[in-house]
């Protein structure tokens, strides 16, 4: 991969990761995203799910579509309760790590942005420092009374655990919100390698909302641009110590090609023959039923897609210090684009 290519994927996730996107409001991460496809073609975020869309400026129906889907949601918590210390009780949005919690700076989005502190007993007082906090024992110190919370913070306000974008040795990057800012940059760094081709689809892209909480944006997406054919680019486990690595894949070994009963098979061995035939990194990654990704509900949306997941390695994924490799997105946006620009897809097969 050249340093150039580097660079580019580092930019583009360090403004995606950037951005807030809890589930449900993932208004700033939405628009960030839309102002990087915009010169690719037509985007619109849609006014009643905050799903971003986008189809390419040369689709004219004659082709079959193509849809890239990622999600542009993550994890994060939700203000509950006031407690009358002025502490707020929360609840998770997604299937957040609740290990991690305890002691955590975050930032509570109230009617301003205000940084408060993941309350922890000190050790020399916990009686069993071993236990995992359940969420209804989470608090959180904003430094205010009971009268100034309410007047800073609703109930609702979404919470995150905050972390810009770092560079680690031999290019890997952490950051929070890589699970699935890293599918997103994958898929605009394809719309890059395919600019100014002519492809066998047209092509379009969802940057789908609230996949944490349900995959909810992915039905309404993929109903609204109606595609033949879908690559659903996720992150998935990567190994890092005593994992077995039957269930893990590893970084800096590139994409993970799914295969599972709820995908496509034909389009899961063409991924894997172009990989091989273009020398490109690749690992596979078998299901024994639904994927856990938004391919589960895109596959099966209106009259239904041949649907295939791709999806790039990852450590610590739903904790604020996640870590993938550049060279794993690279990887996979190289091996979308010349799936895309395969002349020997067979655009009438849709099974799913």
Not at 91 to 120: F, H, M, P
Request: glycine share 8%.
């Amino acid at each position: 991969m050249s340093d150039l290519n580097f660079e580019n994927i580092k930019n583009i996730l360090s403004q995606l990761t950037a951005a807030q996107g809890v589930s449900g409001e993932e208004n700033s991460a939405a628009r960030t995203a839309a102002k990087m496809l915009e010169k690719f073609g037509s985007v619109t975020v849609d006014d009643t799910t905050g799903n971003v869309l986008f189809r390419s400026g040369s689709a004219n129906g004659k082709k079959p579509v193509m849809l890239l889907d990622a999600h542009i949601d993550e994890i994060g918590m939700i203000v509950s309760y006031i407690t009358k210390d002025g502490f707020l009780k929360v609840s998770n949005c997604g299937g957040l790590d609740r290990r991690v919690l305890l002691a955590q700076q975050v930032t509570v989005y109230g009617r301003e942005k205000i940084k408060g502190i993941v309350t922890s007993t000190p050790p020399h007082l916990e009686k069993d420092s071993s236990a995992v906090p359940e969420m209804e024992d989470i608090y959180i110190d904003i430094g205010m009374s009971f009268e100034q919370a309410q007047k800073a913070v609703n109930l609702g306000d979404r919470v995150l655990i905050e972390n810009s974008l770092e560079e680690l040795q031999n290019g890997r990057v952490t950051a929070k919100a890589l699970d699935d800012r890293a599918g997103c940059a994958a898929i605009i760094r394809t719309l890059e390698l395919l600019e100014g081709k002519d492809t066998a689809f047209d092509i379009a892209v969802s940057f789908s909302v609230q996949e944490e909480v349900g995959e909810r944006g992915a039905k309404t997406a993929a109903y609204v641009l109606d595609p033949d054919y879908a690559v659903i680019v996720d992150v998935s486990f990567a190994k890092t110590h005593g994992e077995s690595a039957a269930d893990c894949g590893e970084l800096g070994k590139g994409p993970m090609i799914g295969f599972a009963p709820s995908l496509s098979k034909t389009m899961s061995e063409k991924f894997r023959d172009i990989a091989k035939d273009k020398d490109i990194p690749y690992q596979i990654e078998v299901m024994n039923g639904r994927t856990g990704t938004n391919a589960d509900t895109i596959g099966v949306s209106k009259g239904g897609a041949a649907a295939v997941t791709i999806s790039i390695p990852e450590k610590h994924m739903h904790t604020p210090a996640e870590i993938v490799d550049l060279a794993d997105i690279e990887n996979t946006a190289r091996l979308i684009a010349e799936y895309i620009l395969s002349e020997s897809v067979e655009s009438g097969d849709k099974s799913i």
